[in-house]
């Protein structure tokens, strides 16, 4: 199939793409220090990757209230700024453009990552799933519940970690609203039994997401502000009920004048769920008129799903996870028709640049000999 459409230039918010082949944000451990700030291996990796259109880095802690999985990023203090700026200069010098991605763990955090204080979120919900800490994958615990003014408090925190970004070089942000974090967590009803402004109907429980949006916007300009979102059916308290929908519906329906919408596909098989009807291409198609920006559609993605999805005017963008990982060159591969390489699952969350930093682009196997 003709793959054109992915080599083609679009806008996104105040940025223009020379291809339609986004980076997907991926958490991969290597700000192995004390101040999780990322480290000179990050800015060789992501600028392995330049050839992408866009990088949206990794999920990125905005405040040490927000830090929840051992080894990953900040972005709150003048050192992570710093090593943000490393990697930053280094993706531009090979290129590309790339994107903070804002991070509040919430309840997925553990009090090992936190000197023994309890992760915070919308209520005191076990999110029974696993916390990354020093010592392993342990169970997440019961979390306290945020007061007001901790609420007001975390939204501010993004909004200065949405400055920091574009103090480090960044070309705008993203505020993670999906999986298992701080905004899902209010948005989600089995883990909101708040009975405050922020709890109860959809409107109330999306209102920390919405006043993240504001926030960041009011920093750093709706057009370098984007969103990851999709409705999701996820194990324990996050399996989708009869609201994931018409929440996710009304988040998006109000995320008006911004860059753009990261959405990803069914992940998990939606069959005999809430969201079934929303399995292969249909999410992206049930989406793409509530949103006015840059559509991001991710997940699975081939070339030629890719293609036919621009094509059909379904997304402008399509953003890779996986295959990026041990595909540098997964833009000129998907281009060439050349084969992609197997992640090395034992390396993804691990230290330093082994399986890191060290696939290597695809070259052409050797034509045999002529033998005479
Ligand atoms: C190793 C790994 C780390 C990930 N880390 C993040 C992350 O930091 N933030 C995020 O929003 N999604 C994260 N994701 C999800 C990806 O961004 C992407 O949405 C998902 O892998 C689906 O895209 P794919 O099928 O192209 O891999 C991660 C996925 C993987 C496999």
Redesign the pocket.
Known sequence: MNLAPLFTPVRMGDLELPNRIAM?????MRADNPGHVPTDVQAAYYAQRAAAGVI?????AVSPDGFGWHD?PGLWSAEQVAGWQRVTEAVHGAGSRMIA?L?HTGSISHPDLRAGALPVSASAVDPVQRSVTAAGRVPTVTPREMSLAEIRRTVADYAQAARNAIAAGFDGV?I?A??LYLPAQFLNRATNRRTDAYGGSIENRARLTLEIVDAVVSAVGPQRTGV?LSPMHESGPFQADDETLPAAEYVVSRLTGLSHL?L??A?TDFTGTPLAGLSGDAMFAHFRPLFDGTLIA????TGERGARLIETGLADVI???????ANPDLPARLAAGAPLAE?DWST??AAGPAGYTDYPVFAAPEPAPVRG
Do not use: C, D, S
């Open positions: 997907a944000p991926l958490t991969r949206v880095g990794e999920a990125t990953t991605q991070w993203q993670l999906n999986f990851k990261l990803m596909g992940q991710n997940t699975r993605m953003a890779f996870g996986r295959p990026f990982i992640i993804v969350y």
